[in-house]
């Protein structure tokens, strides 16, 4: 795994992890537009992973293709 999905995965768990203290926060103070703000944060960050996961097997797919043996 490279370091750049190592980031871009770190930086997402500290979004994660904001977005649901904020989700909880707004759900306390019954609080409906934070609460609109923490969903559409936790479905961002869900919306990235699912990017960096698409690269991640995109990746995979290059390096395993190194060398294609053709039938003739």
């Known amino acids: 795994m490279n370091v750049k999905y190592l980031a871009k995965f770190g930086g997402s768990a500290l979004g994660a992890a904001g977005a649901m203290r904020s989700l909880t926060k707004a759900r306390r ?6 609460m609109i703000d923490a969903v559409l944060s936790v ?3 869900a919306v990235t992973i699912a990017i960096v996961v698409r690269e991640l097997r995109e990746e995979q797919g290059k390096n395993s293709r190194a060398i294609d043996l053709e039938d003739h």
Do not use: M
Not at 29 to 34: S, Y
């Open 29 to 34: 103070e019954n609080d409906k537009l934070r």
């Open 43 to 45: 479905l961002s960050v």
